[in-house]
């Protein structure tokens, strides 16, 4: 009798082993069954460390990327390659977020349960959400300069225009990447690189005003040109602005009211706001991670300030900042920014949903489309509608000391208000000087260029 029960135990604890065995095995294959597959060492999809299936076009069927002759081919279109080398990526794998590395297994056509069934037809059909004429509008308005030019549609979330500069053409790329004009260049800016905001984050500091204190609208600041730190310090103007309202000190950018505003609302609620913008963590954009931000909960009044003006720690990437001013301009929603908007097998036939409407509301009704109206009087008041042309932009300019005797970054970010070109955008310029006039221009070129499309 005890055998039997001895024997029963036995083979309990064997099936027992089995079967958490095959539950491992079954949750690593479906994690990454795909990586596995398409990883570069598998010589069925690679062929000499290239990508060797599957195509990468932009939202209307324009080609960037495909395997032909022997080896990875990019578009005819020289400006079109080296504006999109970081969306699509290279053939030597450098651009590590490029759509050829983080999207080889929508190329390769791998699935759980046929394994790669579109290998031998060449793979599969990636259409991106970028749009390759905003590509080329963005590329050229950047003249030469690093930075990177974002665009997304706030509704449905699609990015329509990725830029970043330094870039190359990888058709014929450089023979040595040394030297400051390639610095970073294998990094696609607006997923990977952090950026002090400069006065682009007082849309945060004015964001949690509104969202904390009741009376925000109301407060009247009197700015005198210098702000005198409680223990020490001080933050200054390039003029007094006088009595200002947060609405006009956003417009003016005027640092004494922000600066002000930082302390009164005290470093754990600068540190939640920064948080509940999305502007800490990293965001999944179809499966890649952006570089995350960070705002440093601020020990004294003067680093508190400055915080609050976006002139201490603080640091922000490109597409989380896309996002921020999307929920803005989506009336508080948050759409799921994207990069692919379908996958084709070779026949035509679309694999996977990648256009399913999705949102969340991150700011209230009431606080988005206040910042909208703050945002509308500052090009209205400050930046000036004639800069851009035909177009209702709503907006907040940036102009971040970077020290070391650099001109400073200029950045401006916001969006069109119009629904029926529901765009948002962010722009850097590195060392381009004046926030809303250099990057502005950017914004306006590129603007106007998805606006003209829309029939
Ligand atoms: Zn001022």
Known sequence: MHKVKNRTAILLVLLL???????????????????WASYSANAGYYSGGE???????????????????????????????????????????????????VFSSKLTGYDLING??????????LFLTVDAELQKAAYQAMKGRKGAVAVADYVSGDILCMVSLPTYDPEDPPGSFDGEEYEGVFLNRVLSSTYTP????????????LDSRADAEEEVFTCTGKLTLPGGGEVTCPRAHGEVTLSDALAYSCNCAFGHFALELGADTMAAYAEKAGLLDALSIDGVSTAKGKYR????????????????????NPACMLRFVSIIANGGKAPKLRLIQSVHSPVGFPLGAYNLPWSKRVISARVA?????????????????????????????GTAEVGGG????????GFLTDPETP?????????????????????????????????
């Open 116 to 125: 790669a069934y579109s290998l031998r037809s060449g793979g599969n059909d």
């Open 369 to 397: 489309e206040t910042l909208k109206e703050m945002m509308v009087n500052d090009v209205e008041k400050v930046y000036g509608s004639e800069n851009f042309p035909g177009l209702s932009v709503a907006a907040k300019s």
């Open 17 to 35: 082993l089995l079967a958490t065995g095959l539950t491992v095995y079954l949750v690593r294959y479906i994690r990454h069954g795909a990586e």
């Open 423 to 455: 765009y948002a955008f962010f722009v850097i310029v590195e060392n381009g000087g004046r926030g809303s006039t250099v990057a502005g221009e950017v914004a306006n070129a590129v603007l106007q260029a998805a606006v003209a499309k829309k029939p």
């Open 297 to 316: 909960k601020a020990e004294n009044e003067s680093d508190l300030a400055w915080s609050g003006i976006g002139q201490d720690k603080d640091l922000v």
């Open 51 to 101: 990508l060797a299936v599957g195509r990468v076009l932009d939202r209307h069927g324009k080609l960037l990327s495909a395997f032909r002759d022997g080896k990875r081919t990019y578009s005819s279109d020289e400006t079109l390659r080296k504006a999109s080398l970081h969306a699509v990526g290279d053939r030597y794998g450098y651009i590590g977020t490029g759509a050829e590395r």
């Open 198 to 209: 400069g006065s682009t984050f007082k849309l945060v500091t004015a964001y949690a005003m």
């Open 406 to 413: 650099k001109e400073p970054h200029a950045l401006f970010t």
